[in-house]
Protein backbone atom coordinates (compact mmCIF):
# COMPACT_ATOMS: atom_id res chain seq x y z
CA UNK A 1 0.00 0.00 0.00
CA UNK A 2 0.88 3.50 -0.55
CA UNK A 3 2.33 4.95 2.93
CA UNK A 4 0.46 8.31 4.28
CA UNK A 5 1.56 11.44 2.58
CA UNK A 6 3.67 13.66 5.47
CA UNK A 7 2.18 16.64 6.69
CA UNK A 8 2.62 20.07 5.14
CA UNK A 9 2.69 23.50 6.39
CA UNK A 10 0.34 26.41 4.08
CA UNK A 11 4.20 27.36 2.69
CA UNK A 12 4.73 23.91 1.66
CA UNK A 13 0.81 23.83 0.44
CA UNK A 14 2.01 27.18 -1.51
CA UNK A 15 4.93 25.35 -2.96
CA UNK A 16 3.37 22.42 -4.13
CA UNK A 17 1.45 23.99 -5.63
CA UNK A 18 3.31 26.39 -7.91
CA UNK A 19 5.23 23.04 -8.82
CA UNK A 20 1.95 21.33 -10.04
CA UNK A 21 1.38 24.44 -12.04
CA UNK A 22 4.65 24.31 -13.15
CA UNK A 23 4.45 20.12 -14.05
CA UNK A 24 1.12 20.69 -15.72
CA UNK A 25 2.25 23.73 -17.99
CA UNK A 26 5.85 21.83 -19.11
CA UNK A 27 3.23 18.34 -19.80
CA UNK A 28 1.38 20.79 -22.03
CA UNK A 29 4.34 21.89 -23.45
CA UNK A 30 5.51 19.12 -24.87
CA UNK A 31 5.63 19.07 -28.84
CA UNK A 32 3.93 15.56 -30.12
CA UNK A 33 5.41 16.11 -33.71
CA UNK A 34 8.58 17.32 -32.52
CA UNK A 35 9.10 13.93 -30.36
CA UNK A 36 7.53 11.74 -32.88
CA UNK A 37 10.14 13.19 -35.91
CA UNK A 38 13.27 13.13 -32.80
CA UNK A 39 12.16 9.43 -32.97
CA UNK A 40 12.27 8.66 -36.03
CA UNK A 41 15.36 10.61 -37.04
CA UNK A 42 16.94 8.62 -34.38
CA UNK A 43 15.88 5.40 -35.56
CA UNK A 44 17.52 6.35 -38.75
CA UNK A 45 20.93 6.11 -37.51
CA UNK A 46 21.91 2.69 -37.37
CA UNK A 47 24.17 2.62 -34.12
CA UNK A 48 24.53 -1.39 -34.01
CA UNK A 49 27.09 -2.57 -31.03
CA UNK A 50 30.13 -0.84 -31.42
CA UNK A 51 29.17 1.12 -33.71
CA UNK A 52 27.42 3.91 -31.63
CA UNK A 53 29.76 6.80 -32.69
CA UNK A 54 27.21 8.62 -35.58
CA UNK A 55 24.40 8.01 -32.93
CA UNK A 56 26.36 9.45 -30.14
CA UNK A 57 27.03 12.39 -32.18
CA UNK A 58 23.67 13.25 -33.10
CA UNK A 59 22.67 13.03 -29.91
CA UNK A 60 25.23 15.44 -28.42
CA UNK A 61 24.35 17.93 -30.76
CA UNK A 62 20.52 17.74 -29.62
CA UNK A 63 22.17 18.45 -25.92
CA UNK A 64 24.06 21.24 -27.34
CA UNK A 65 20.91 23.74 -27.32
CA UNK A 66 19.82 25.95 -24.84
CA UNK A 67 18.29 23.79 -22.23
CA UNK A 68 21.75 22.09 -21.34
CA UNK A 69 24.12 24.11 -19.90
CA UNK A 70 27.09 21.58 -20.32
CA UNK A 71 27.76 18.29 -23.01
CA UNK A 72 30.53 16.43 -23.17
CA UNK A 73 31.54 13.27 -25.35
CA UNK A 74 34.03 10.81 -23.96
CA UNK A 75 34.83 7.54 -25.52
CA UNK A 76 34.80 4.17 -23.43
CA UNK A 77 36.60 2.56 -26.12
CA UNK A 78 38.15 4.26 -29.51
CA UNK A 79 35.62 6.05 -31.77
CA UNK A 80 32.62 4.61 -28.98
CA UNK A 81 31.92 7.97 -27.24
CA UNK A 82 29.55 8.36 -24.06
CA UNK A 83 27.48 11.51 -23.75
CA UNK A 84 26.79 13.34 -20.65
CA UNK A 85 25.12 16.34 -20.34
CA UNK A 86 24.17 18.65 -17.19
CA UNK A 87 22.46 22.02 -16.52
CA UNK A 88 20.87 23.27 -13.78
CA UNK A 89 23.40 24.44 -10.82
CA UNK A 90 25.13 21.07 -10.38
CA UNK A 91 28.37 20.45 -11.90
CA UNK A 92 29.52 17.07 -12.89
CA UNK A 93 29.11 15.27 -9.73
CA UNK A 94 25.45 16.15 -8.67
CA UNK A 95 24.00 15.06 -5.43
CA UNK A 96 22.50 18.38 -3.23
CA UNK A 97 18.41 18.15 -2.80
CA UNK A 98 16.43 16.01 -4.97
CA UNK A 99 18.91 15.62 -7.89
CA UNK A 100 18.15 13.71 -11.30
CA UNK A 101 20.39 11.51 -13.40
CA UNK A 102 18.49 10.10 -16.84
CA UNK A 103 20.44 7.44 -18.24
CA UNK A 104 20.10 5.64 -22.03
CA UNK A 105 22.02 3.77 -24.15
CA UNK A 106 23.26 4.42 -27.74
CA UNK A 107 23.38 0.90 -29.36
CA UNK A 108 21.11 -1.48 -31.16
CA UNK A 109 21.27 -5.27 -31.71
CA UNK A 110 22.02 -6.32 -35.21
CA UNK A 111 19.50 -6.48 -38.25
CA UNK A 112 20.12 -9.98 -39.88
CA UNK A 113 16.59 -11.38 -38.63
CA UNK A 114 14.97 -8.42 -39.53
CA UNK A 115 16.31 -8.38 -43.46
CA UNK A 116 15.48 -12.20 -43.61
CA UNK A 117 12.03 -11.87 -42.05
CA UNK A 118 10.99 -8.55 -43.88
CA UNK A 119 12.77 -9.16 -47.67
CA UNK A 120 10.68 -7.28 -50.35
CA UNK A 121 8.44 -5.86 -47.97
CA UNK A 122 7.90 -2.29 -46.97
CA UNK A 123 9.34 -2.53 -43.75
CA UNK A 124 12.78 -4.25 -45.59
CA UNK A 125 14.50 -0.98 -44.53
CA UNK A 126 15.41 -1.52 -40.38
CA UNK A 127 16.19 1.80 -40.06
CA UNK A 128 13.35 3.20 -42.30
CA UNK A 129 11.37 3.95 -39.57
CA UNK A 130 8.10 3.84 -41.44
CA UNK A 131 4.55 4.76 -39.31
CA UNK A 132 1.86 1.88 -40.25
CA UNK A 133 -1.09 1.87 -38.48
CA UNK A 134 -0.23 4.34 -35.26
CA UNK A 135 3.26 2.75 -34.44
CA UNK A 136 6.47 3.52 -35.64
CA UNK A 137 8.30 0.34 -37.03
CA UNK A 138 12.40 0.30 -37.14
CA UNK A 139 15.30 -1.52 -35.27
CA UNK A 140 16.19 0.50 -32.18
CA UNK A 141 12.92 2.39 -32.06
CA UNK A 142 12.13 1.15 -28.84
CA UNK A 143 15.46 -0.60 -27.56
CA UNK A 144 16.12 2.47 -26.87
CA UNK A 145 15.70 5.22 -29.30
CA UNK A 146 12.83 6.35 -28.01
CA UNK A 147 14.05 6.97 -24.34
CA UNK A 148 17.12 8.95 -25.23
CA UNK A 149 14.18 11.15 -27.25
CA UNK A 150 11.60 11.32 -24.16
CA UNK A 151 14.33 12.78 -22.23
CA UNK A 152 15.76 15.48 -25.32
CA UNK A 153 11.90 16.56 -25.85
CA UNK A 154 11.01 16.61 -22.39
CA UNK A 155 13.30 19.17 -21.05
CA UNK A 156 12.62 21.20 -23.79
CA UNK A 157 9.02 21.04 -22.92
CA UNK A 158 10.57 22.52 -19.51
CA UNK A 159 11.83 25.52 -21.39
CA UNK A 160 8.78 25.89 -23.08
CA UNK A 161 6.98 26.47 -20.59
CA UNK A 162 8.56 29.08 -19.53
CA UNK A 163 10.96 27.65 -16.77
CA UNK A 164 14.33 26.62 -16.35
CA UNK A 165 16.28 24.27 -13.98
CA UNK A 166 17.74 25.99 -10.99
CA UNK A 167 18.58 22.15 -9.27
CA UNK A 168 20.46 20.03 -10.70
CA UNK A 169 19.70 17.58 -13.74
CA UNK A 170 21.97 15.10 -16.05
CA UNK A 171 21.22 13.04 -18.63
CA UNK A 172 24.03 9.86 -18.86
CA UNK A 173 24.09 8.26 -23.21
CA UNK A 174 26.42 5.13 -22.96
CA UNK A 175 27.55 2.44 -25.56
CA UNK A 176 27.72 -1.06 -25.20
CA UNK A 177 24.76 -1.84 -23.73
CA UNK A 178 23.24 -4.62 -25.87
CA UNK A 179 25.07 -8.09 -26.46
CA UNK A 180 25.40 -10.44 -29.35
CA UNK A 181 28.25 -8.65 -31.18
CA UNK A 182 31.96 -10.04 -30.87
CA UNK A 183 33.89 -8.30 -28.14
CA UNK A 184 31.44 -6.20 -27.23
CA UNK A 185 28.24 -6.42 -24.76
CA UNK A 186 30.03 -6.17 -21.48
CA UNK A 187 29.22 -2.09 -20.93
CA UNK A 188 32.23 -0.83 -21.31
CA UNK A 189 30.31 2.41 -21.46
CA UNK A 190 28.56 2.36 -17.98
CA UNK A 191 32.13 1.43 -16.69
CA UNK A 192 33.47 4.18 -18.13
CA UNK A 193 30.89 6.71 -16.65
CA UNK A 194 31.28 5.10 -13.63
CA UNK A 195 34.79 5.61 -13.27
CA UNK A 196 34.88 9.28 -15.48
CA UNK A 197 31.84 10.90 -13.78
CA UNK A 198 31.53 9.34 -9.87
CA UNK A 199 34.87 7.87 -8.85
CA UNK A 200 35.95 10.94 -6.98
CA UNK A 201 32.93 11.38 -5.64
CA UNK A 202 30.66 10.36 -2.47
CA UNK A 203 26.92 9.50 -1.38
CA UNK A 204 26.26 13.60 -1.07
CA UNK A 205 27.54 14.82 -4.70
CA UNK A 206 25.53 11.92 -6.70
CA UNK A 207 22.24 12.10 -8.19
CA UNK A 208 19.39 11.33 -5.48
CA UNK A 209 17.22 9.50 -8.25
CA UNK A 210 18.30 7.83 -11.48
CA UNK A 211 15.61 6.87 -14.84
CA UNK A 212 17.01 5.39 -16.74
CA UNK A 213 14.60 4.70 -19.91
CA UNK A 214 14.76 1.06 -21.32
CA UNK A 215 11.15 -0.21 -22.35
CA UNK A 216 8.38 -0.75 -19.89
CA UNK A 217 5.17 0.10 -21.51
CA UNK A 218 5.22 2.85 -19.75
CA UNK A 219 4.98 0.94 -16.24
CA UNK A 220 7.40 1.95 -13.34
CA UNK A 221 10.25 -1.47 -12.75
CA UNK A 222 11.22 -0.99 -9.42
CA UNK A 223 12.71 -4.17 -9.09
CA UNK A 224 15.08 -6.57 -11.66
CA UNK A 225 16.21 -10.04 -12.04
CA UNK A 226 19.98 -10.52 -11.98
CA UNK A 227 22.04 -13.13 -14.65
CA UNK A 228 24.53 -14.90 -15.25
CA UNK A 229 25.94 -16.85 -18.87
CA UNK A 230 27.99 -20.14 -18.26
CA UNK A 231 29.60 -21.76 -21.26
CA UNK A 232 30.37 -25.26 -20.29
CA UNK A 233 32.68 -27.56 -22.04
CA UNK A 234 33.10 -31.30 -21.28
CA UNK A 235 36.49 -32.69 -22.96
CA UNK A 236 36.71 -36.45 -23.19
CA UNK A 237 38.39 -38.03 -25.85
CA UNK A 238 37.70 -39.08 -29.43
CA UNK A 239 37.86 -42.52 -30.63
CA UNK A 240 36.68 -44.59 -33.47
CA UNK A 241 33.50 -45.75 -33.42
CA UNK A 242 34.42 -49.24 -33.57
CA UNK A 243 36.89 -49.08 -30.87
CA UNK A 244 35.03 -46.94 -28.49
CA UNK A 245 36.10 -48.77 -25.10
CA UNK A 246 39.27 -46.28 -26.39
CA UNK A 247 37.49 -43.22 -25.91
CA UNK A 248 35.73 -41.13 -23.49
CA UNK A 249 32.55 -40.12 -24.80
CA UNK A 250 32.22 -36.45 -23.81
CA UNK A 251 28.18 -36.57 -25.23
CA UNK A 252 27.21 -39.17 -22.78
CA UNK A 253 28.62 -37.21 -20.05
CA UNK A 254 27.04 -34.48 -21.46
CA UNK A 255 23.34 -36.23 -20.95
CA UNK A 256 24.13 -36.59 -17.51
CA UNK A 257 25.44 -33.05 -17.22
CA UNK A 258 22.02 -31.87 -18.81
CA UNK A 259 19.79 -34.04 -16.45
CA UNK A 260 21.59 -32.45 -13.04
CA UNK A 261 21.51 -29.05 -14.64
CA UNK A 262 17.70 -29.55 -15.46
CA UNK A 263 17.27 -31.08 -11.52
CA UNK A 264 19.02 -27.80 -10.26
CA UNK A 265 16.88 -25.27 -12.26
CA UNK A 266 13.69 -27.93 -10.33
CA UNK A 267 15.39 -27.17 -6.85
CA UNK A 268 15.49 -23.36 -8.07
CA UNK A 269 11.81 -23.08 -7.17
CA UNK A 270 12.55 -23.48 -3.28
CA UNK A 271 13.46 -19.62 -3.76
CA UNK A 272 10.53 -17.99 -2.79
CA UNK A 273 9.43 -16.27 -5.83
CA UNK A 274 9.67 -12.44 -6.50
CA UNK A 275 5.91 -10.37 -6.24
CA UNK A 276 7.18 -8.91 -9.44
CA UNK A 277 9.82 -10.69 -10.98
CA UNK A 278 8.54 -13.93 -10.50
CA UNK A 279 10.72 -17.62 -10.02
CA UNK A 280 14.47 -17.96 -9.91
CA UNK A 281 15.55 -20.70 -13.12
CA UNK A 282 17.99 -22.10 -15.25
CA UNK A 283 17.74 -22.29 -19.08
CA UNK A 284 20.22 -24.16 -21.05
CA UNK A 285 20.07 -22.37 -24.47
CA UNK A 286 22.66 -24.19 -27.01
CA UNK A 287 24.55 -27.35 -26.64
CA UNK A 288 26.57 -29.17 -29.33
CA UNK A 289 28.53 -32.54 -29.47
CA UNK A 290 30.15 -35.20 -31.96
CA UNK A 291 30.00 -34.98 -35.95
CA UNK A 292 32.03 -37.54 -36.93
CA UNK A 293 31.64 -41.31 -36.70
CA UNK A 294 33.81 -41.56 -33.58
CA UNK A 295 33.45 -41.78 -29.71
CA UNK A 296 32.22 -37.86 -29.07
CA UNK A 297 35.53 -35.94 -27.32
CA UNK A 298 33.82 -32.98 -26.80
CA UNK A 299 30.81 -31.58 -25.52
CA UNK A 300 29.47 -27.82 -25.11
CA UNK A 301 26.87 -26.33 -23.44
CA UNK A 302 25.51 -22.38 -22.73
CA UNK A 303 22.94 -21.28 -20.16
CA UNK A 304 21.51 -18.82 -18.53
CA UNK A 305 20.27 -18.55 -15.26
CA UNK A 306 17.86 -16.05 -13.62
CA UNK A 307 18.50 -14.34 -10.16
CA UNK A 308 16.34 -12.51 -7.77
CA UNK A 309 17.33 -10.07 -5.58
CA UNK A 310 17.09 -12.13 -2.56
CA UNK A 311 20.19 -14.51 -4.41
CA UNK A 312 23.73 -14.13 -4.44
CA UNK A 313 25.47 -14.14 -7.87
CA UNK A 314 28.87 -16.18 -6.29
CA UNK A 315 26.91 -18.66 -4.85
CA UNK A 316 24.74 -19.30 -8.40
CA UNK A 317 28.41 -19.21 -9.98
CA UNK A 318 29.54 -21.76 -7.69
CA UNK A 319 26.90 -24.01 -7.84
CA UNK A 320 27.28 -24.37 -11.59
CA UNK A 321 30.59 -25.01 -10.96
CA UNK A 322 30.10 -27.59 -8.78
CA UNK A 323 28.05 -29.30 -11.34
CA UNK A 324 29.74 -29.37 -14.13
CA UNK A 325 33.26 -30.84 -12.01
CA UNK A 326 31.17 -33.03 -10.19
CA UNK A 327 29.67 -34.41 -13.80
CA UNK A 328 33.31 -34.45 -15.16
CA UNK A 329 34.40 -36.61 -12.16
CA UNK A 330 32.04 -38.85 -12.58
CA UNK A 331 32.58 -39.27 -16.29
CA UNK A 332 36.06 -39.61 -16.82
CA UNK A 333 35.97 -36.52 -18.26
CA UNK A 334 37.15 -32.38 -17.73
CA UNK A 335 35.23 -29.52 -17.61
CA UNK A 336 35.94 -26.15 -17.96
CA UNK A 337 33.36 -23.27 -16.78
CA UNK A 338 33.42 -19.97 -18.73
CA UNK A 339 30.84 -17.00 -17.67
CA UNK A 340 30.82 -15.12 -20.37
CA UNK A 341 29.09 -11.99 -19.99
CA UNK A 342 30.64 -10.23 -16.95
CA UNK A 343 28.51 -6.96 -16.57
CA UNK A 344 28.71 -5.02 -12.95
CA UNK A 345 30.23 -8.43 -11.65
CA UNK A 346 32.64 -10.62 -12.78
CA UNK A 347 30.15 -13.96 -13.44
CA UNK A 348 27.57 -11.76 -14.74
CA UNK A 349 24.83 -8.40 -13.62
CA UNK A 350 23.22 -8.46 -10.23
CA UNK A 351 19.76 -8.09 -9.28
CA UNK A 352 18.41 -4.77 -8.04
CA UNK A 353 15.21 -3.42 -6.42
CA UNK A 354 14.07 -0.15 -4.74
CA UNK A 355 11.10 0.17 -2.54
CA UNK A 356 7.87 1.14 -3.84
CA UNK A 357 7.45 3.80 -1.41
CA UNK A 358 10.94 5.74 -2.55
CA UNK A 359 10.23 9.38 -2.99
CA UNK A 360 11.29 9.26 -6.40
CA UNK A 361 8.91 6.23 -7.39
CA UNK A 362 5.81 8.07 -5.85
CA UNK A 363 6.70 11.48 -7.73
CA UNK A 364 6.74 9.32 -11.11
CA UNK A 365 3.46 7.44 -9.82
CA UNK A 366 1.80 10.81 -9.41
CA UNK A 367 2.80 12.15 -12.80
CA UNK A 368 1.54 9.23 -14.74
CA UNK A 369 -1.67 9.93 -12.67
CA UNK A 370 -1.60 13.17 -13.71
CA UNK A 371 -0.95 13.08 -17.29
CA UNK A 372 -2.92 9.49 -18.32
CA UNK A 373 -5.55 9.37 -15.74
CA UNK A 374 -4.56 6.25 -14.85
CA UNK A 375 -2.83 4.57 -12.20
CA UNK A 376 0.67 4.35 -12.14
CA UNK A 377 1.39 0.30 -12.95
CA UNK A 378 4.49 -0.99 -10.84
CA UNK A 379 6.31 -3.91 -12.35
CA UNK A 380 9.71 -5.97 -12.65
CA UNK A 381 11.94 -5.71 -15.37
CA UNK A 382 11.74 -8.89 -17.67
CA UNK A 383 15.23 -8.17 -18.48
CA UNK A 384 18.70 -6.88 -17.07
CA UNK A 385 20.28 -4.05 -17.75
CA UNK A 386 22.23 -0.86 -16.21
CA UNK A 387 20.54 0.41 -13.89
CA UNK A 388 22.68 -1.48 -11.17
CA UNK A 389 25.72 0.09 -11.67
CA UNK A 390 23.90 2.89 -10.50
CA UNK A 391 22.53 1.32 -6.96
CA UNK A 392 26.35 0.14 -6.41
CA UNK A 393 26.77 4.03 -6.34
CA UNK A 394 24.10 4.48 -4.08
CA UNK A 395 21.73 6.17 -7.04
CA UNK A 396 18.31 4.66 -6.49
CA UNK A 397 16.40 4.30 -9.45
CA UNK A 398 13.78 2.81 -11.83
CA UNK A 399 13.80 2.13 -15.58
CA UNK A 400 10.43 4.23 -17.34
CA UNK A 401 9.56 4.89 -21.01
CA UNK A 402 7.33 4.06 -23.91
CA UNK A 403 7.67 0.58 -26.25
CA UNK A 404 7.27 -3.52 -25.24
CA UNK A 405 10.54 -4.98 -24.45
CA UNK A 406 8.83 -8.27 -25.92
CA UNK A 407 8.86 -6.93 -29.63
CA UNK A 408 12.55 -5.31 -28.97
CA UNK A 409 15.20 -7.72 -30.62
CA UNK A 410 12.91 -8.63 -33.10
CA UNK A 411 11.60 -8.00 -36.39
CA UNK A 412 8.58 -6.95 -35.05
CA UNK A 413 10.33 -3.47 -33.08
CA UNK A 414 7.70 -0.79 -33.15
CA UNK A 415 6.53 1.87 -31.08
CA UNK A 416 2.90 3.61 -30.39
CA UNK A 417 3.57 7.12 -31.35
CA UNK A 418 0.14 7.64 -29.00
CA UNK A 419 2.57 5.95 -25.82
CA UNK A 420 5.27 8.12 -27.19
CA UNK A 421 3.58 11.32 -26.46
CA UNK A 422 2.01 10.08 -23.15
CA UNK A 423 5.63 9.26 -21.75
CA UNK A 424 7.30 11.95 -22.84
CA UNK A 425 4.66 14.73 -21.27
CA UNK A 426 4.94 12.37 -18.31
CA UNK A 427 8.80 12.74 -17.85
CA UNK A 428 8.36 16.34 -18.36
CA UNK A 429 5.61 16.24 -15.60
CA UNK A 430 7.49 14.73 -13.57
CA UNK A 431 10.90 16.38 -14.24
CA UNK A 432 9.08 19.76 -13.34
CA UNK A 433 7.63 17.92 -10.12
CA UNK A 434 11.00 16.50 -8.73
CA UNK A 435 13.67 19.71 -9.62
CA UNK A 436 13.62 22.59 -8.42
CA UNK A 437 12.64 25.34 -10.57
CA UNK A 438 12.52 29.16 -11.33
CA UNK A 439 10.59 30.97 -14.13
CA UNK A 440 12.69 32.47 -17.01
CA UNK A 441 12.67 36.41 -17.39
CA UNK A 442 11.00 37.35 -19.65
CA UNK A 443 12.10 38.98 -22.80
CA UNK A 444 14.90 36.14 -22.24
Known amino acids: ?49 PNEKE ?17 SLFECAPDRPNVYATTGQGSVGLGSGQSLLLVGHLDTVAVDDWLIHWENDSRANPFGAHIIDGEIWGRGVADQKAGICIIIEAVRAVRRAGFEISGELAALFVCDEESGQPNSGVSQGMKAAVSEIWADSNSETRPSFAIYTEPTTSAIYTAQMGFLIADITLHGKSAYFGKPELGVDALAAGHKLLARLWQHSEELSQVPSHDLLGEAFLLVTSVSSGGNIAVPGRFDLSLIRKLLPSENLDEAAASIKQIAHMTASDTGTTAEVVFSAPRNHQFGGTPDEIETSHPGVLALADSIVAVTGQKARIEGAPYWSEKPFLASLGIPGVYFAPGDISDCHTPFERLSIEELILATKTLAHFISSWCPLQQIPKGT
Open 55 to 71: FANWVGEQLSDICWNNV
Open 1 to 49: MRPDRPFFSQADVQSKAALTVAAQAAAAAVDSEAVVELVRTATQIPSIT
